[in-house]
């Protein structure tokens, strides 16, 4: 090393020490670094050969004045970081925080333990600031909806909004919210049947409250706890009610949960279809022909399909008139263009004229 060499790193050296004295750490440590750069091109020269004391002494200088540097550095941008996040300028607190982290020494645990906690907490809240984002729209529509009393659009809305917030934890504020106004918006389209429940049950039809009884169930959100103990306590006063010949019919050849789902599904697609508003302000997209139409179709075939094959598996045990009142229910849904809406209704001609030639005497 000659004492070109010397003068020029000792020159950087000085020059940042200088920077250091004001408080100028970003210059201080660009001075240090071409000190480095410096040392590095002079050892280039011979990088075998072994480090000479007084090489030692410039790297070791160097090297304890960018720690001090950096040291300085982590704590500025640590406070950077705390100001963008106070900002709600998450992203920007983000990138201070991990150049915090980087700059920091391995050994400064407390340091490196305090921007760990607020680097979570602004990736979380950047989290929270895209979902948002995202939500906002599925959010406000199912909100104006549900103000302005189209719950079942109000609904869709949310349910949309659902899906897209699949990750987060039950007590997410987000999730809470949108999981309420669902809840509320199902009750709100629950509470008519509850009225035509307790007419019907003050006029003695009870078979006629059981089944909107069931219907209004299907409708439920299951976890509404309030709602469901009280529609069960309900439906039990309907059931000591109903003659034996008002029960349900208990012959099912499907499992329960088909039935339920089937049922739910065309009570939903009804009501989405029947409450959809052609001209509403709040849904531009929402114009035109109803944009229900296909699921309505759809969850009415399926239920459709459901009665028939009841109604086929009546029909093979004899039971003709529950077979009958079966296949009715098949035609009612199924479509006419349906093939088996066809095949429905030729049974259920077979079967009534089979009731109408008198038994052999």
């Not at 106004?181 to 059981?210: D, M, V, W």
Request: hydrophobic share 40%; with cysteine.
């Amino acid at each position: 090393m000659n004492s070109e060499n010397n003068q020029v790193i000792q020159s950087f050296i000085d020059e940042g020490d200088e920077k250091k004295k004001a408080s100028e750490w970003g210059a201080a440590k660009i001075s240090y670094l071409q000190a480095v750069e410096e040392f590095n091109a002079m050892r280039e020269v011979d990088p075998d050969a072994p480090l000479t004391a007084e090489q030692t002494e410039f790297k070791k200088k160097i090297d304890v004045r960018l720690e001090e540097v950096n040291e300085h550095l982590a704590q500025l941008h640590k406070e950077k970081g705390q100001a963008a996040l106070k900002n709600k300028v998450y992203q920007v607190a983000i990138d201070e925080f991990e150049e915090a982290t980087r700059l920091a020494k391995d050994d400064s645990i407390e340091f490196l333990e305090e921007v760990k906690a607020l680097l979570d907490k602004a990736r979380a809240k950047q989290q929270d600031h895209l979902i948002h984002l995202e939500l906002t729209p599925f959010v406000e529509r199912g909100d104006n909806f549900r103000k302005s009393g189209n719950y079942a659009e109000a609904i869709l809305e949310y349910q949309e909004a659902m899906k897209k917030i699949v990750n987060l934890p039950e007590d997410h504020r987000f999730v809470k919210y949108i999981h309420d106004n669902l809840t509320e918006c199902k009750r709100s389209l629950i509470r008519p049947y509850l009225a035509r429940i307790h007419k019907a049950c003050h006029a003695g039809n009870f078979a006629q409250a059981a089944s909107m009884m069931k219907r209004a169930q299907l409708l439920l959100d299951r976890e509404d706890s309030v709602y469901n103990a009280f529609l069960v306590q309900l439906s039990e006063k309907i059931h000591q009610n109903l003659k034996e010949e008002e029960a349900p019919e208990i012959e099912e050849f499907e499992a329960p949960e088909v039935w339920e789902n089937a049922i739910k599904d065309y009570e939903e697609a009804l009501d989405l279809y029947s409450s959809f508003t052609v001209t509403d302000p709040f849904a531009p997209a929402y114009t035109g022909v109803n944009v229900f139409e296909d699921k309505f179709i759809d969850s009415r075939r399926k239920l459709g399909k459901l009665y028939k094959t009841r109604a086929d598996k009546l029909n093979e045990q004899g039971k003709v008139e529950k077979a009958i009142k079966n296949y009715k229910e098949a035609i009612r849904l199924l479509p006419r263009a349906d093939k088996l809406f066809h095949e429905a209704f030729r049974e259920m001609k077979k079967l009534r004229a089979q009731i109408a030639i008198p038994a052999a005497g």
